[in-house]
């Protein structure tokens, strides 16, 4: 990486960007980052959030320039990291991935199960997509560092075509920062063996100082810790781990599904959220992301992003839980496998550490998921109906042939504008 490294930001219009961009601030000396630029296809929402970051920006004294634009090769031209936050589609695409599945008795989620699917078709195209416009414009060596979600299967699709790319998500360093916090330690001292997939994951260890407190945790606080992830202290108690919150999904199906009826979508509350925060931050004199931005969630994303971007630029050789290839870490899943790892980041990438091997149920898990997350790829980059229809069936949310057809056509039509891949020489309705 040369000096005054570029950052870009695709997706830059977000409500995130602003924790983002206090994360880069805050060390942007030390990087010596000579330019963030700020990509979005909507211009208001970018003036709007790209105002604010400016703002921030020099009120932590940056020295360097800030871009906002909706032109995307200038964007990613010479950068030497982009970060990709995007949501094709936005929130109101979110809110048909949650309405959509429950009208044929699945569960409505925007990253798992059949609204994960319907995300990534539409998802994937696109970073591949981008992840060509660096290999065209960005700077040698570039990295492509994916927070949109789902996280995982986005990493699969781009490290399979070979992209210089890592996944992201802030699930890993909240754990991290809870156990610390539980256990009265500083989060620096604390390294969690956590091994799985994306939204499908376990904490089998959490060390202090080199000693596994896991078992004495479990022993003392397991109602706690279950309660933490929605799920039971006999569940965590049985595994002798704590399952991330998405896990409830796949280990209490009928309860979650239940749960979603009774509830608003997550979609409309954020959409409420969302405008709430857009209007915050047209306030010329706001200079720092505003308390409300936490109920947006994604607590932790901004350091999560920095510090995986500041390990890849200064060759620190540090540890941090990602998405990466698995390349034998966990040694009884497919080498081929994208997981989510406590990994070596330096200047060369995220190299992932020796892991146990997973017990059988959770193995058996993990190879239904990736058995699905590989045909959703392959679905989402050739349109192809039948293989999307595998996809779902191989859904541990979804399973049923009777149910996958007809739900696969719904969500297709409903996303069409979206998915040209399915529809070829049609025009949008």
Known sequence: MGENPKIAVVGGGSTYTPELIQGLGLRAARLGIGEIALHDIDQGRLDVVGGLAERILRRQGFTGRLLSTTDRARAIDGAAFVLVQLRVGGLAARLKD?????????????????????????TVPVVLDIARDMEAGGADGAWL???????GLVAQALIDAGHR??????????????????????????????????????????????????????ETFADQLGEDVDMPG?????????????????????RTLADQADHPTRAEEVMRIEADLLEMYRDPALDVKPKLLEKRGGAFYSEAAAMLLESLATDRGDT???????DGAIPNVDAGAVVEV????????????????????MLGLVEEVKAYERLTVAAAISGDRDTAVRA????????SFDTARPLLDALLEAHREHLPQFFPGRLPS
Not at 107 to 114: D, F, I, M, S
Not at 205 to 211: L, N, R, S, T, Y
């Open 98 to 122: 949650e309405t959509i599945p429950p009208r044929f008795g699945c569960l409505g989620q925007e990253t798992t199960g059949a609204g994960g699917f319907a995300k990534a078709l539409r």
């Open 320 to 326: 941090q839980v990602v998405n990466v290839g698995n």
């Open 165 to 218: 790319a890592i996944g992201l998500c802030n699930i890993p360093i909240g754990f991290q920062r809870q156990l610390a916090d539980r256990l009265g330690v500083t989060p620096d001292r604390v390294t969690l063996e956590h091994v799985g997939l994306n939204h499908l994951s376990w904490e089998r260890g959490v060390h202090v100082d080199g000693v596994d407190r896991l078992p004495g945790l479990i």
């Open 342 to 361: 406590p990994c070596r980041i330096d200047a060369a990438g995220a190299h992932p550490l020796p892991q146990r091997p997973l017990p059988p149920d």
């Open 234 to 254: 006999d569940l965590v108690r049985l595994q002798g781990a704590i399952p991330s919150y998405y896990l409830r999904y796949f280990y209490f199906p009928e």
């Open 392 to 399: 779902l069936m191989a859904n541990p949310l979804v399973r």
């Open 145 to 151: 560092l994916d927070f949109t979600n789902p996280a």
